[in-house]
């Protein structure tokens, strides 16, 4: 009975044992073939031009980049043109920026603590401007840069300690976990870093308008256009730009910064940064080339690119 008793166990055992490794084997085998799958599709998405990232902007810097979704790049382009605008240093933007994500997130939303609106955040009573004026993104950037120049050595000065005494907020140190985004992004939109800002889009699928971009630019840089620091006009696309899409249009925009190479490299990032919301396909400057149907390793950078207007910004709007 008892060496029948073992006999019996021992099979079973075995029996047993048998059956968890075929069941390890299977979940194992599944894990391999899924994983497989999955690097194959990214590294095709990414070498191919597929949808990865696609509706977002990077800018590099610092050991390090940032990740935005292309409306919460427009409103960083907005911020830092208006510094650029004001002829503020690139240390303006870096603070602005660094505020504006901690307050909305870099979104101009319509809600807030108590009566707090905006990129900013800012309370209609607390003096900041109706509450339609706060909404506006140019009023209520000037509006925060009109106070950060009131405050000694602003351009030295801690960021977060900065922001702080500008929007003297609840959470006082909250600003400086946005600071290394705020340098990237100022830096790459003052026009400090050259063609740094790079964004991942799909196609337009509609005709744009070359005049809303310089509308836009106008609307976001008056007092450069005003002065003459800065000029747009409208030429043959053929002859300004270094290459021609198909998909461009025949009409280029072509800005004019009288040699200032950092106005010009912040308006061309501008650019950039408006290009899903303008229709932008491809932007130009000094041989370097940014362009719309770029994606995986064609889109880790700028082109480039010989010929046209190499010493202009030159932006091509789609045309279908």
Not at 135 to 159: C, G, M, R, W
Not at 199 to 226: K, W, Y
Not at 228 to 240: P, T, V
Not at 294 to 305: D, F, Q, S
């Amino acid at each position: 009975m008892a060496s029948g008793a073992r006999r019996r166990t021992r099979r079973r055992t075995r029996g047993g044992g048998s059956s968890v490794g075929r069941h390890l084997v299977i979940p194992l085998v599944m894990v391999l073939l899924f994983g497989g799958i999955a690097g194959g599709s990214y590294i095709a998405l990414q070498r191919y031009g597929s949808p990865a990232h696609e509706g977002t902007c990077v800018a590099e810097g610092l050991g390090t980049s940032h990740r935005y979704s292309t409306d919460r790049v427009a409103n960083a382009a907005l911020i830092s043109a208006i510094a650029v605008d004001r002829e503020l240093p690139p240390r303006a933007a870096s603070i602005a920026l660094a505020t504006a994500y901690q307050e909305s997130q870099l979104r101009n939303i319509d809600y807030g603590d108590r009566d707090s609106l905006g990129l900013f955040q800012q309370r209609p009573s607390q003096g900041w401007g109706t509450a339609e004026e706060i909404q506006d993104p140019v009023h209520s950037t000037n509006a925060f840069y009109d106070e950060l120049v009131k405050i000694p050595a602003y351009e030295s000065a801690d960021i977060n300690d900065v922001a702080q005494q500008v929007q003297r907020s609840g959470h006082p140190e909250a600003y400086r976990d946005h600071e290394t985004e705020g340098r990237l992004y100022a830096s790459a939109l003052t026009g400090q870093s050259g063609a740094n800002l790079r964004c991942t889009l799909g196609a337009v699928g509609a005709t744009a308008s070359p005049e809303e971009v310089r509308s836009e630019l106008e609307r976001q840089f008056p007092r450069s256009i005003d002065s003459g620091r800065l000029s747009a006009q409208l030429a043959a696309a053929s002859g300004a730009a270094p290459q021609l899409p198909e998909t461009a249009g025949a009409t280029a925009l072509v800005i004019d910064t009288g040699g200032d190479e950092a106005l010009a490299w912040a308006v061309a990032n501008w650019a950039v940064a408006r290009a899903a919301e303008d229709g932008v396909v491809q932007v130009s400057y000094q041989g370097r080339l940014w362009d719309r149907a770029a994606h995986g390793e064609e889109a880790t950078g700028w082109g480039t690119a010989e010929g046209g207007a190499a010493d202009r910004v030159v932006v091509l709007v789609s045309g279908r």
